[in-house]
């Protein structure tokens, strides 16, 4: 019968270690920086940056040499202006604005309106008498508050719709579609 036998493995020195830690422990030193007891010291770190930006611009001030210009200090209102386009009120307009009073029914009206289903920007509509020879249109339904003008397919006799918008300052103000009948050779 064989003897299974164990030796020990040969025995080292501590010297290996005993370098090791001295290896270590300086490193750890360097790396961390050393403790010289003071409790308030920052850490310091190995490398340090020292800027080398220093700014060119330097401003300047020229006094004025003009003895005419006087005191450019003198009180004034900031406020006015010679804008030749500046008015006392920002929203007065120009252009004389159209009376949104709506046409009523039975109002004759001029102008003519386009044979289409797609809106389109119609100015030569007025109002005249029924009586007149260029009365083309009478107003048979007023609808406010939309520019829908398919509103008007509920009145069986419409054969024209036209809206009209009136706007201030871009925004709308009122609207009215107009359910008219074609009068004379504008009837259908």
């Known amino acids: ?17 005993v370098a090791a830690v001295a290896l270590v422990v300086p490193l750890l030193a360097l790396v961390t920086g050393c403790d010289d007891g003071d409790d308030n010291a920052s850490p310091s770190y190995g490398s340090s940056y020292t800027s080398s930006y220093e700014p060119s611009y330097t ?19 900031p406020y006015t202006t010679d804008d030749p386009y500046a ?34 920007a119609v100015d030569d509509i ?17 609808i406010p508050l939309t520019s829908d003008m398919s509103r008007c397919e509920s009145n069986a006799q419409t054969q024209y719709a036209f809206s009209s918008r009136y706007t201030m300052n871009g925004n709308v103000i009122s609207e009215y579609v107009y359910c008219l009948i074609g009068l004379g050779s504008y009837a259908r």
Not at 1 to 16: C, D, K, Q, V
Not at 67 to 73: E, K, L, N, P, V
Not at 129 to 140: E, G
Request: aromatic fraction near 6%.
């Open 59 to 77: 401003p300047s001030y020229e006094a004025s040499t003009d003895t005419d210009a006087g005191d450019s200090y003198t009180s004034s209102d």
């Open 1 to 17: 019968m064989s003897e299974n036998r164990i030796t020990p493995a040969p025995r080292r020195g501590r010297l290996p270690a």
């Open 87 to 120: 008015t006392d009120d920002p929203y007065a307009s120009s252009e004389p604005t159209e009376d949104p009073s709506p046409y009523t029914s039975g109002t004759c009206l001029n102008g003519t309106l386009p044979d289409s289903t797609t809106a389109q």
């Open 126 to 142: 007025d109002e005249v008498d029924c009586s007149a020879a260029d009365a083309h249109y009478r107003v048979v339904e007023t």
